[in-house]
């Protein structure tokens, strides 16, 4: 089992920048990828940004050229730093974790944190 805890959401501004970060313990050894999805409100949840171990990353369109994505394995740690947020990116966002591939196969999930851009 692979445990995951986000942290860093919260409310700002459009254009503003906010940074989220997962922790994940426990067989972290099995794991391939990890990654940040988000679901807003009637929407389904989507990949948002993923990187492996070896550091392959994918983005999607959305956020290609705002949000960058970074894994720290020392610290077991993932972060998804988000730039000129616009108020459409304002979703719930889940750490994931892959044993398997950069874009599919994600079965270990965190509790999610709110990211709201509002003036």
């Known amino acids: 089992q692979v445990q995951l805890v986000e942290s860093g959401g919260g409310l700002v501004q459009p254009g503003g920048s906010l940074r989220l970060s997962c922790a994940a313990s426990?067989?972290?050894?099995?794991?391939?990828?990890m990654g940040w999805y988000r679901q807003a409100p009637g929407k389904q949840r989507e990949l948002v940004a993923a990187i492996t171990s070896g550091a392959s990353t994918y983005y999607a369109g959305f956020v290609k050229g705002r949000f960058t994505i970074s894994r720290d394995n020392a610290k077991n740690t993932v972060h998804l730093q988000m730039n000129s947020l616009k108020p459409e990116d304002t979703a719930v966002y889940y750490c994931?974790?892959?044993?398997?591939?950069?874009?599919?196969?994600?079965?270990?999930w965190g509790q999610g944190t709110q990211v709201t851009v509002s003036s």
């Open positions: 426990g067989n972290i050894f099995s794991i391939n990828a």
């Open positions: 994931a974790a892959s044993r398997i591939a950069l874009t599919h196969g994600y079965e270990y």
